[in-house]
């Protein structure tokens, strides 16, 4: 996430000044993020992404201006995401402590705002920050919030499983054994065979005749 994104940008740089293009700078959106280490136990994720910050920096300092246009974008809470998706219950019961919270769509269309024809003109003067976290970074414990939401929607679920497991014992006491069985959900096994392998993969010197792309 960021040593990789660095020489991308630097490879590009390099090819434009090679070729004196200095009329038409390739626009870059950098993926910010809130979480400087408010979750904790999630590895360097928080530090790769304050590193990006200083690649704003670069834009003046390494001679960017002509080549590549920047803007960052600060992305908040988006639930429905692979990195998400553990917390995507803790989603709803944040927005009581005002954080606003995004699903997939909503910031993708943000994100993709910002390459508009009149934000591209901006950033071809300085880089853009878009601050699209969404009141996340005024939680300063936001892990112990996250944390303390979790256990409450552990104990609405365990209440709510015994409350329906004592139904169905005094349901199974009142009607007889029949009527139960008709309300049981049954599950429907798929009867497709598909079987579909890892494709083969191809060699190294296989692409021998593509290095230079």
């Given amino acids: 996430m960021l040593v990789n994104l660095l020489q991308i940008l630097s490879a590009v740089k ?14 870059v959106i950098l993926p910010l993020s809130p979480n400087h280490g408010l979750f904790g136990n999630d590895g360097f994720y928080s530090e790769s992404q304050i590193s990006l910050e200083t690649l704003f920096n670069h834009w003046s300092s390494a001679s960017w201006c002509k080549y590549l246009c920047l803007a960052g974008t600060v992305i908040g809470w988006t639930h429905g995401t692979g990195l998400m998706d553990a917390l995507n219950m ?15 769509k909503e910031m993708a269309f943000n994100i993709l705002s910002l390459m508009h024809p009149l934000f591209f003109s901006i950033t071809q003067v300085e880089p853009i920050w878009a601050d699209l976290n969404g009141g996340m970074d005024h939680l300063s414990d936001l892990a112990d919030f996250t944390m303390c939401i979790c256990l409450s929607l552990n104990k609405k679920s365990e209440l709510h499983h015994a409350i329906a497991k004592d139904n169905a014992a005094e349901f199974k006491i009142t009607s007889s054994l029949e009527v139960e069985h008709v309300l049981q959900v049954v599950n429907v096994t798929p009867c497709t065979n598909f079987l579909f392998n890892f494709p083969a993969l191809e060699t190294y010197k296989s692409l021998a005749n593509v290095t230079n792309l």
Avoid at 14 to 27: D, E, G, N, R, Y
Avoid at 90 to 104: D, M, N, P, Q
Wanted: charged content about 15%; proline content about 3%.
């Fill in 90 to 104: 803790v989603a709803y019961e944040l927005k009581s402590y005002g954080v606003r919270t995004f699903s997939v």
């Fill in 14 to 27: 390099a090819k434009k000044a090679s070729h004196h293009f200095v009329t038409c700078p390739t626009q």
